[in-house]
């Protein structure tokens, strides 16, 4: 009794192989990668081997090769074309070598041709009389596509044999192929023209083979490589490498990879060395091809209806498998950015286990256009980071929404810049945000910032790692005793490392501009904004059409310094680098609580009988603030003559008003007690 379940999942692994058989065989554009299909392909084939009843004529095991194109003529080969049989890991070729030297004990030792397995189409060509009568796709195995017309077109096929000695009757078999370059020129010109692009560079090869127009064949860069022969009355030599080298003579391509290796260890060794090389090759290879060398023990052996004893593909683990996206996280970076990152379930590509996946911006989240649920193809190529290439369309569930890109920080809950025109998107809080503490440090102490000798990065890391210093403002409640009692710092060091944090208190407005590490603001731009404004007070005050007047700042770079500094965390952080007592020669009005006008914002208007410019630097040099607009944080509105609106909203917002007079006199309380204090 066949279990219902087992009939069921038969008749749903066939339907969905057939297909995909259509997609590749027919259409030259696969929905999933390789390797799935070979697992849905190796599932059926266990399930038809553990019940053995199930095996129809039509089942897709049951034939070797792909549906042919009727529009070209079919071919029936003189002797089939079979397929490889694979050898997934190392135990598997091992088991291919122990079955040769079981069925010939004596040989010794065993050589065996070694040679790349081209990602390509395979194909026979008839020669007769040394000329190219025929050229056929392999099709099933047994009837392959006629595309002699377009085969004609492929520069390396020689349409007449070199030499003479070529036997009457010659089928070469080989593979038909496209060089990654080529690919990606032809590709480039379909996507110019508007034209659907090819998935990889065998599919373009197939495609370029199978058009019935051999004028579009011609225009792509297809190249021919033989690896064996079909019909042929009696080989020339006895052993295939020789065979292979007779071919080369009669002016047929071949690897110039081919080698004679000797037993299982020259196997594993070409194996190694190919797997090395795969990503510096100029074409797609899936694997290694082992063959026994000697023909008549291949012929002794024979082959079982699918693929010939004698010969084994070694494959490379798969570079495209099939994965679903379970979430889309954002990363943020040491610089703010933030980066989408797919989590997958987890699965095996290119040799290890996958489970995350960059997709760098939000630019190329939109393009590839990724939601959660999504079934995806992901590539690992050699030592390359995993990518996912693209969204399986045909498997997206109904209720996948596009992502949001956040507004707010993953780590920290600011809001995220995302100016227009920029890639990138950050979050604004970059003095304060935990994710960007080490890189926010280390900039601040630069050489070109604020200068704090020996506080290396390995130093700065075990900082922030210890929980010691989270903001720059914190390096200024480091002590001596607390470094000194790091690993590796001698007393001595603490105590220049904190006489260097104590000299950068003294520095200039520019290089303090620079330190914050806003976005977009190098020297040269602190430099700028240091000359426009009075003091910090006044930068951090400023609009963004403000910030545009100065030349040299465009839209991005002003919409960048507006997000930075209107951030509260941002800006609660500068005070405590203030209060810290970072300080500059213009800087006395931003002297913290000891200065007695600390903490008190100032609006000047109407005129006054000295300039109002020597007016705002005496309340600054108090500690006060003087700002352009009134608000209820204003302590005092100064008025001079003919005061104008501000005295109007200063009275209905209950801010108290100076007439000069008075603040003479404020001054004068403060000066004395200023220097009652100092
Ligand atoms: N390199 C190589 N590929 N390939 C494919 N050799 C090779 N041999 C094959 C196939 C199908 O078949 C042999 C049995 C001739």
Request: hydrophobic share 40%; glycine share 8%; net charge neutral.
């Amino acid at each position: 009794m066949i279990p219902d379940e087992v009939r069921q999942r038969v008749a749903q692994l066939r339907a969905e192989i057939r297909y995909h058989d259509h997609r590749y065989y027919v259409l030259d554009d696969p929905e999933i990668p390789d390797a799935e299909y070979d697992r849905l392909f190796a599932e059926l084939k266990a399930l038809e081997a553990a019940y053995p009843e199930l095996i129809t004529a039509d089942s897709p095991t049951q034939r070797v090769g792909g549906e042919p194109r009727p529009e070209l003529g079919s071919v029936r080969h003189a002797i089939p074309m079979l397929s490889l049989d694979n050898a997934m890991d190392d135990p598997a070729l091992a088991e291919f070598d122990r079955r040769i030297r079981t069925a010939f004990p004596a040989l010794d030792p065993v050589l065996y041709t070694a040679e790349p397995k081209l990602d390509g189409l395979a194909v026979s060509l008839r020669y007769e009389q040394g000329v190219l009568v025929l050229a056929a796709t392999r099709g099933d195995g047994t009837v392959g596509e006629d595309v002699t017309h377009n085969a004609r077109t492929i520069p390396s096929i020689p349409l007449r044999l070199l030499g003479g000695d070529w036997p009457e009757i010659l089928e070469v078999r080989g593979e038909v192929y496209m060089i990654r370059s080529g690919f990606e020129r032809l590709n480039a010109e379909l996507e110019r023209r508007g034209e659907r692009i090819f998935a990889n560079p065998r599919n373009a090869a197939a495609g370029s083979l199978r058009q019935l127009d051999p004028r579009i064949a011609a225009q792509r860069p297809l190249r021919f490589c033989a690896y064996g022969w079909g019909e042929l009355a009696a080989p020339p030599e006895p052993g295939q490498f020789a065979m292979m080298q007779r071919l080369a003579s009669w002016g047929l391509p071949i690897s110039p990879e081919l080698r004679l290796v000797e037993g299982l260890e020259g196997c594993r060794a070409y194996f190694a060395e190919l797997v090395n090389r795969r990503s510096t090759l100029d074409y797609e290879i899936d694997g290694v091809v082992f063959k026994l060398d000697r023909i008549d023990l291949q012929q002794a052996l024979g082959a079982t209806s699918h693929h010939p004893r004698w010969a084994i593909a070694r494959k490379f683990p798969a570079q495209e498998v099939m994965t679903v996206v379970v979430a889309i996280e954002f990363q943020v970076g040491r610089t703010g950015a933030l980066t989408p990152v797919a989590r997958l379930q987890p699965v095996q590509v290119g040799g290890v286990t996958v489970a995350r996946a960059s997709l760098h911006n939000f630019d190329e989240l939109k393009r590839k256009d990724v939601r959660v649920g999504d079934t995806v193809i992901l590539r690992r190529a050699g030592e390359v980071i995993p990518e996912i290439v693209r969204v399986i369309s045909e498997r997206r569930p109904p209720a996948a929404r596009p992502v949001e890109i956040p507004t707010r920080c993953p780590v920290c809950g600011s809001d995220v810049l995302y100016p227009p025109g920029e890639v990138i998107a950050r979050c604004g809080a970059g003095l304060w945000c935990p994710a960007q503490r080490k890189e926010t440090i280390r900039h601040f102490a630069s050489r070109r910032a604020l200068d704090i000798q020996g506080l290396g990065e390995k130093l700065i890391d075990r900082l922030v790692d210890l929980g010691w210093v989270r903001e720059p403002a914190d390096l200024y409640q480091l002590t001596r005793e607390q470094l000194a009692g790091l690993e590796r710092m001698g007393d001595k060091s603490a105590a220049n490392l904190i006489a260097a944090i104590a000299r950068s208190k003294e520095t200039s407005l520019e290089r303090l501009i620079y330190a914050l590490g806003i976005r977009g603001v190098g020297e040269t731009t602190a430099r700028l904004l240091a000359k426009r404004f009075a003091g910090l007070a006044e930068l951090m005050d400023a609009e963004a059409e403000t910030l545009m007047q100065i030349e040299g700042i465009g839209p991005i770079v002003a919409a960048q310094i507006k997000g930075f500094l209107a951030d509260p965390h941002n800006r609660a952080a500068i005070d405590r680098l203030i209060a810290a007592g970072i300080h500059w020669p213009e800087s006395r009005a931003l002297q913290p609580a000891s200065l007695p006008l600390a903490g008190k914002t100032f609006v000047i208007t109407g005129t006054l009988s000295r300039p109002r410019a020597a007016v705002k630097a005496k309340l600054e040099s108090l500690g006060a603030r003087v700002t352009d607009s009134i608000s209820r944080q204003t302590a005092y509105l100064v008025a001079g003559a003919s005061p104008g609106s501000k005295l109007a909203k200063a009275k209905s917002l209950g801010v108290r008003v100076l007439d000069e007079a008075g603040l003479e006199a404020l001054i004068g309380r403060a000066t004395g007690l200023s220097k009652a204090d100092g």
